[in-house]
């Protein structure tokens, strides 16, 4: 069965100590719950990432990347690549985020190359998706996930498409507190699936793992995740306060 996953974007947010308080208040208190299968990864800024990586080794969570640039090492100013995060022993990262997608002009072409620079590596991508608000009033929001999903990922075979996780996030819904609702989180990970099922097989497509992201918080979670196409949450806001984070967690 896929997995389920709850995973950390804490974005551009806290100081090192802060960081440091964050991730062990977490780390203890994952000590103390059931997560059923659920996987639990947390993605700090890249400057944390191996202070966080020395915590989870002996913690019941994994560590992402929020963003790589798709060469192993170069002339690229300020970037981290796939081959430092394979040093850490990183399990994730991020990529395709409606932030990078905006603010740095990330197209699906080049988004693509960031999920075969990361598998190279054994790095599972967390791809996000999602249409912005004048493209679902518009009726267009299943064309638009369609493309990213095909222009980003579907030139995988399959065995390499299996490690790749989905976040449908809808950019009207980040950090917005405007939570998709369950009916709409729901239609657009069932058609999602049915995209990976046409372009691979039924087998595949029940193995990939969709999470929803987008304002999903202690208290929307649980409906959130009972949809049978929502296989978890990529969680802004409400990650970086670890009672809430904890809440979400233990929502399926
Ligand atoms: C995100 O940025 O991936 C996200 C889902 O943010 P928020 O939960 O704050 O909406």
Not at 134 to 158: C, I, M, T, Y
Request: proline letters at 3%; charged letters at 25%.
């Amino acid at each position: 069965m896929r997995k389920q996953i709850v995973a950390g974007n804490w974005k551009m947010n806290k100081t090192f100590s802060e960081a440091e308080t964050l991730i062990t208040e977490i780390a203890d208190a994952l000590d103390e719950v059931d997560l059923k299968d659920a996987e639990v990864v947390l993605c700090p800024p890249s400057l944390y990432l191996e202070m966080t990586t020395d915590v989870a080794f002996e913690s019941n969570f994994k560590v992402g990347a929020q963003n790589i640039y798709p060469e192993d090492s170069g002339a690229f100013t300020g970037e981290i690549s796939p081959l430092m995060l394979k040093e850490l022993n990183l399990a994730y990262c991020i990529i395709g985020h409606s932030e990078r997608r905006k603010y740095f002009n990330e197209t699906n072409e080049f988004i693509q190359r960031k999920v075969d620079a990361l598998l190279k590596h054994n790095i599972r991508p967390i791809f996000c998706c999602g249409e912005v608000l004048p493209e679902r009033e518009a009726g267009n929001h299943f064309d638009v996930v369609k493309r990213q999903v095909e222009e980003s990922l579907f030139h995988l075979n399959v065995d390499a498409f299996i490690n790749v996780v989905i976040a449908y996030e809808p950019v009207w819904a980040i950090g917005t507190g405007v939570t998709a609702s369950k009916e709409q989180a729901q239609e657009m990970h069932a058609f999602i699936r049915g995209l990976v099922s046409a372009k691979y097989d039924g087998n595949t497509a029940n193995e990939t793992t969709i999470l929803y992201g987008g304002s999903c918080n202690g208290k929307n979670a649980r409906e959130l995740f009972a949809q049978p196409d929502v296989d978890g949450g990529l969680i802004g806001g409400a990650s970086l306060k670890a009672d809430e984070f904890l809440q979400i967690v233990t929502s399926f």
